[in-house]
């Protein structure tokens, strides 16, 4: 089992910068593929960015590419996602998730956290 607790959300200004942690707990860590998600309201979850257990492999959804950096700490067991030039629309609770395999863009993963909402204001 891995237990993951998201941490860093709050309410931004449009342009304004936020930096959300995953602290992993539970299974080793550093095997498992990391993948950042969010879902706003009446909306399905939306795929953000993923990473390779080793870090050396990232993915972003089109819309976050340039603007969003996704990074880990293996001996923090942790995971980051850096959020720049924040737009009202990157409202959203955003989860994090983990994966035995390697990342994806699906929503195919083992284990997910419980949120943190990011209120990003006009």
């Known amino acids: 089992q891995v237990q993951l607790v998201e941490s860093g959300g709050g309410l931004v200004q449009a342009g304004g910068t936020l930096r959300l942690s995953c602290a992993a707990s539970?299974?080793?860590?550093?095997?498992?593929?990391m993948g950042w998600f969010r879902q706003a309201p009446g909306k399905e979850r939306q795929f953000v960015a993923s990473?390779?257990?080793?870090?050396?492999?990232?993915d972003y959804a089109d819309s976050m590419k340039g603007r969003f950096t996704i990074s880990r700490d293996n001996a923090k067991n942790t995971v980051y996602l850096q959020m720049n030039m924040l737009k009202p629309e990157d409202t959203a609770v955003y989860y994090c998730?983990?994966?035995?395999?390697?990342?994806?863009?699906?929503?195919?993963?083992?284990?997910w956290g419980q949120g943190t909402q990011v209120t990003v204001s006009s």
């Open positions: 998730a983990a994966r035995e395999r390697g990342p994806t863009r699906e929503y195919k993963y083992d284990y």
């Open positions: 990473i390779s257990w080793r870090g050396t492999v990232t």
């Open positions: 539970g299974r080793t860590f550093s095997s498992y593929s």
